[in-house]
Nanobody
Framework: QVQLVESGGGLVQAGGSLRLSCAAS????????MAWYRQAPGKQRELVAA???????NYADSVKGRFTISRDNAKSTVYLQMNSLKPEDTAVYYC??????????WGQGTQVTVSS
């Protein structure tokens, strides 16, 4: 079964940067939207950023101007560049791929911790 695998999480000081990556363990065809979600302890999972197959992007207000989502269709990978990180960005970050014909895929999550 094809899985999404995230990498790049870790511990960083406030103001620092991290780059998350998400790649599929096998082939996933006709991916429409690639997105990053996050879930902090005691909170609901929320959308952080999304990118369509055509390159249109959407961001949560809380990360606009600090985070950038991008995708490499040739490598079947989506990235999340996170700059000027804040302690409130601390969460488990999940990638999600929506496809036209085979449903939705989730990664296992990667922990991002921002210390003050």
């Amino acid at each position: 079964q094809v899985q999404l695998v995230e990498s790049g999480g870790g511990l960083v000081q406030a103001g620092g940067s991290l780059r998350l990556s998400c790649a599929a363990s096998g082939s996933i065809f006709k991916v429409s939207i690639m997105a990053w979600y996050r879930q902090a302890p005691g909170k609901q999972r929320e959308l952080v950023a999304a990118i369509t197959s055509g390159g249109s992007t959407n961001y949560a207000d809380s990360v606009k101007g600090r985070f950038t989502i991008s995708r490499d269709n040739a490598k079947s990978t989506v990235y999340l560049q996170m700059n000027s990180l804040k302690p409130e960005d601390t969460a488990v970050y999940y990638c999600n791929w929506d496809t036209y014909y085979s449903g939705s895929y989730w990664g296992q999550g990667t922990q991002v911790t921002v210390s003050s």
